[in-house]
Nanobody
């Protein structure tokens, strides 16, 4: 349903863009976002956006460095990650929620992607 891609290895200070494409039904989602998890640690909700992109949320840890964007025609959400730090190393998961509101509570999201791994070397 949700297919994430774009992860990889990058040096500190570099950039990566993650993509998450939704297929099948439903044909659109009210909220789409990204969460990340470091092995052995709790998952952190990183960012989410409403369909219109009027409502967005960023975790303090990524504000000013990460940017979320949606292409509703393609039912795809992107995560542009700039000025990457070693502490951004994690598996990144995309998530989608059928209806409003935009939330940062993971249990309220209906669909999850398989995860894409991001490694930032120092």
């Amino acid at each position: 349903q949700l297919q994430a891609s774009g992860g990889g290895l990058v040096q500190s200070g570099g950039s990566l863009r993650l993509s998450c494409a939704a297929s099948g039904r439903p044909s659109s989602f009210y909220a789409m976002g990204w969460s990340r998890q470091v092995p052995g640690e709790e998952r952190e909700f990183v960012t989410t956006s409403s369909m219109s992109s009027r409502t967005t949320y960023y975790a303090d840890s990524v504000k000013g460095r990460f940017s979320i964007a949606r292409d509703n025609a393609k039912n795809t959400v992107y995560l542009q990650m700039n000025s990457l730090k070693p502490e951004d190393t994690a598996v990144y998961y995309c998530a989608a929620r059928r209806g409003p509101p935009v939330t940062t509570t993971e249990t309220t999201y209906d669909y999850w992607g398989q995860g894409t791994e991001v490694t930032v070397s120092s």
